[in-house]
């Protein structure tokens, strides 16, 4: 997994660099990135990289690129980017030449542009691109389907897995004893070498093993043939699911071609935390009661296949369709010392009173948290939710503020147009904008999905969030503690390898020993939780640094 040079390129942030040869290999995928600084840096590429330099090399040793075609070091590389202005006026003819003949993109760079502030964009991006791709929807619920809503969306994050690295993926759950697969292709490469499912984390034929990661327990496990070290062999990454310290499934990843590159093994954590939250999704109890329209809010929220009757006749009842279209919000009082729901006929009555009342029907869910079902059709032309129907949300808070100055109502909204199948997935997603919005936008009463950026698709606990932020918020008020931060950001990146991060950040390893003390004496992280480490890591992705 990894990103093709042309879709990099079209980015806002690269819009002045430009191709100057091997435009032919614009598809090529970038699966990594390193620096040429070195004559025979290339001979240790592994391919698909995208290559930086600033032209020293080449001053230096105008032959060093011939050199690594003619011994085919270079053929295999995804692009080469070049600052212009540094150290070549122009790259040589026959350079140029070899890069176009060979279908490589050769790209010139501005130079004010620093490498770290580059691969950073190029990491992000890609980061950007897999969370938009594992925030799986569930869909609708088919009649006649005996897909319960957990195996829909374990098949479709499987699904997602295989479509975006072209791995087959596997989850085996414990209590079920079952297991699921992303298609036929994991069941086939299974069978062709033997295996069973429970090999996949405890294999019983030879094999090594080796840990990818502590944060998640990550870990591959390759076979190994005794009798003929030359016959093909497999390996498969493992990530056990635990809650409450029991493991509760295992996610697998086969890696039946080629070992996976470094953005395909950041999308399995991405993968994982998706699994891992659906499992928190499971174990969460919700109660059902009231009537009218509230109890088939209620039927919707909890619906399976075998509850389709059951919806479509209490939706009968309430003059309602299934296949109507609706914006769903969830709002929230969010004085503790109030009730919203011991207020319910003054409320209800603001509400029909309020522009907001003829668009939509609204049901308590609990004390003081409700939904709101805005009709599709009878928004404006274009269908869709405005910044005028936000404010027409405003409006009925306001006025129930006006009524009961101790309330106050905030909103989230998921902003995907769903059914009644569909409310359950859009009052979850619509309770996370809106405890992610107090946090990352404070001192707004609505929030919608789209501007509370990736943070919303990852179940990071509201405490440790706001912990997170405000802590760095706090460094951010100083120009010098940046520094600090972009020290951890790259620490974290490199597995908390202090040689490693000081080779990346061109500084002497004590400066980093340094600065992550430094950093530990200013914040509580506990570095040594992976959890905490993880989420770390992805928090940092999105700040301003």
Known sequence: MGIAVKELLALEYFKDF??????????????????????????????????????????????????????GNMQGTAAMMIKRDRYLDQIPEEIAALFEENDIPLISMPFSIPWMELMSQINTEILNRTIRRFNISTGKILPGSNQTYKEQKIRRILKAVESEMHFPAFLYDLAEEKGYYSSPNFPQITSAYGLTEKDFWETSLPHTRHTLSDDVNMFRIRLINQEDSEEPRVSWITIPIVMNDITQAYFVVMEDREFLDYYDEFAIRIAFIVLQNLYEQILAVQSVGNVGFENLVHVALDADEKDTEKLVYQANIQGISVSDQYYFAVFQQENPKASARSKRTDIL???????????????????????????????????????????????????????????????????????????????EKSRRVLEMGRIILPGRTVWEYTMLGPLTWLNIPKEELGSLLDGYRKLLEEEKNRELLKTLKVYLENNMNYSTTAEKMYVHINTIRKRIDKINEMITIDLKDPVSRLKNQLLLQYLAL
């Not at 290559?51 to 060093?64: A, F, R």
């Not at 409700?370 to 306001?398: C, H, M, N, P, W």
Request: some cysteine.
């Open 18 to 71: 430009y191709v100057g040869a091997g435009r032919g290999g614009l598809n090529k995928e970038i699966q990594g990135v390193t620096i040429l600084e070195a004559p025979d840096a290339t001979r240790w590429a592994r391919g698909k990289e995208l290559i930086l330099s600033s032209g020293y090399v080449v001053h230096q040793d105008p032959e060093c690129i011939c050199r690594a075609f003619k011994e």
């Open 349 to 427: 009555e603001i509400f029909q009173k309020c522009k907001l009342g003829q668009l939509s029907r609204m049901a308590f869910l609990d004390e003081n948290e409700g939904v709101l079902l805005i009709q599709k059709d009878s928004l404006k032309k274009e269908s869709k939710l405005t910044k005028d129907d936000y404010a027409l949300l405003r409006e009925f808070g306001s006025r129930v503020q006006e009524k009961f100055p101790p309330m106050k109502m905030t909103f989230g909204l998921s902003l995907k147009p769903g059914t009644l199948v569909d409310l359950r997935e859009s009052v």
